[in-house]
């Protein structure tokens, strides 16, 4: 059974960084494309950023253009683990946070989430004064 497991979640005030964690058991993360989506109360769930599988060997990423330029993710092989680093946080960005895992394309995409098979269960994240 793969399981994909959130942390780093919290309140945070305006302006401030969290950096979210998502390790994987039983599969092994640089294999695949990953991502990170959100969803707020109310709203439908959105891509936030993604890493192509490590086969590709390109390491591109993708990210809304909401946090372009204060997020970032990564991954490290070692740890079996994919970061959301999380800069300059608005309150716009509160919401729950999940990782995906998409097992057949290589190249990852923020447009459809049904694509990804597998997920966490997701971190919240609140930006609040």
């Known amino acids: 059974q793969v399981d994909l497991v959130e942390s780093g979640g919290g309140l945070v005030q305006p302006g401030g960084s969290l950096r979210l964690s998502c390790s994987a058991s039983?599969?092994?993360?640089?294999?695949?494309?990953v991502a990170w989506f959100r969803q707020a109360p109310g709203k439908e769930r959105e891509g936030v950023s993604c890493i192509n599988s490590e086969t590709t060997s390109d390491g591109n990423v993708n990210y809304a253009d909401s946090v372009k330029g204060r997020f970032t993710i990564s991954r490290d092989a070692t740890e079996n683990t994919a970061y959301l680093q999380m800069n300059s946080l608005k309150p716009e960005d509160t919401a729950v946070y999940y990782c995906?895992?998409?097992?057949?394309?290589?190249?990852?995409?923020?447009?459809?989430?049904?694509?990804?098979?597998?997920w966490g269960r997701g971190t919240q994240v609140t930006v609040s004064s």
């Open positions: 039983r599969l092994t993360l640089a294999r695949y494309s």
């Open positions: 995906a895992v998409d097992l057949v394309q290589i190249e990852c995409g923020l447009g459809s989430f049904p694509r990804y098979d597998y």
